[in-house]
């Protein structure tokens, strides 16, 4: 999946009709790669489920922001969780 393509998904699940916030989206897709990377999880191109999390990681930068709960919802912890397992114990 190109970037641009994750930009799209993302801005869909956001429910963003504009392209006025494109540029801060990109880089929190980039941030939310890095976040990613930091835990231990190799992102694969081409990798469905590595760019699903990638977008949702983003989406969840994007919400926090201006929100009260911070806490990282408990479906993308297990996301995340479940990635890091597959590609240790060799399913990626």
Not at 15 to 31: G, M, S, V
Request: proline share 1%; glycine share 6%; charged share 25%.
């Amino acid at each position: 999946m190109t970037t641009e393509e994750r930009l799209l998904l993302l801005k869909k699940d956001l429910q963003l009709l504009t392209t006025a916030n494109d540029d801060y989206l990109r880089w929190l897709l980039e941030a939310a790669a890095s976040s990613i990377q930091r835990e231990g999880i190799k992102l694969v191109e081409g990798n469905l489920e590595c760019d699903m999390v990638q977008i949702h990681y983003a989406a969840y930068l994007f919400r926090k922001r201006g929100g009260t709960d911070t806490a990282m919802p408990r479906f993308l912890r297990y996301e995340l969780n479940n990635l890091l397992f597959s590609q240790k114990g060799g399913a990626l």
